[in-house]
Antibody, heavy 119, light 109 residues
Framework: QVQLVQSGSELTKPGASVKVSCKGS????????LNWVRRVPGQGLEWMGW????????TYAQGFTGRFVFSLDTSIGAAFLQISGLTPEDSAVYYC????????????WGQGSLVTVSS | QTVVTQEASLTVSPGGAVTLTCASS?????????PNWFQQKPGQPPRPLIY???KRHSWTPARFSGSLLGGRAALTLSGVQPEDEAEYHC?????????FGGGTKLTVL
């Protein structure tokens, strides 16, 4: 069955960097795009952008350029989200979500990775 | 940037029906916005319910239906069950970007 398994919670300090992983299984990883979504406590979901898992080409949503980097390791079927220059405002749950076929976007989600930024 | 607006909260009685809506700041929502709906419970990731306006995923119960209503995307729950208490998020495709609404907290009481 299709699964997206993300890395665990991270507690980091302001100014540091963090790298969240998302490992797909049960399907052809490079055939389905991957999205990244953020949920800040008390707020709605925010689409951060997506990565073409075939070419590795990332697309960043407005507000997620500069400090955010999407990358892949297709040899292990994994995608990564790296955030640099962390501030407390980056404290959130970060999700990866696959785009299915036939318009079934965001059809499978990772369990979420909690990133907490605190001094 | 497009702003997507949903009702902040709604309450429905068990067995009843309720309609949640999703509006775009750019104008009427059409099928070209490819509306999606997700259900999210505390501590869980969002669960996809509806895609492309009115299509159910294979796991979506028949009591959930999507439509366009008065220039908005709509999610109707019929025969509401206690387990339907959750937050519901809509997603619109607009201006080459995916945009989530703020979410509707549905209480079943």
């Amino acid at each position: 069955q299709v699964q997206l398994v993300q890395s665990g919670s991270e507690l980091t300090k302001p100014g540091a960097s963090v790298k969240v992983s998302c490992k797909g299984s049960g399907y052809a990883f490079s055939s389905y795009a991957l999205n990244w979504v953020r949920r800040v406590p008390g707020q709605g979901l925010e689409w951060m952008g997506w990565i073409n898992t075939n070419t590795g080409s990332p697309t960043y949503a407005q507000g997620f350029t500069g400090r955010f980097v999407f990358s892949l390791d297709t040899s292990i079927g994994a995608a990564f989200l790296q955030i640099s220059g962390l501030t407390p405002e980056d404290s959130a749950v970060y999700y990866c979500a696959r785009d299915g076929l036939g318009g079934e976007v965001f059809d499978y989600w990772g369990q979420g990775s909690l990133v907490t930024v605190s001094s | 940037q497009t702003v997507v607006t949903q009702e902040a909260s709604l309450t429905v009685s068990p067995g009843g029906a309720v309609t949640l809506t999703c509006a775009s700041s750019t104008g009427p929502v059409t099928s070209s916005f490819y509306p999606n709906w997700f259900q999210q419970k505390p501590g869980q990731p969002p669960r996809p319910l509806i895609y492309n306006t009115d299509k159910r995923h294979s796991w979506t119960p028949a009591r959930f239906s999507g439509s366009l209503l008065g220039g908005r995307a709509a999610l109707t729950l019929s025969g509401v069950q206690p387990e339907d208490e959750a937050e519901y998020h809509c997603l619109l495709y607009s201006g080459d970007a995916q945009v989530f609404g703020g979410g509707t907290k549905l209480t079943v009481l």
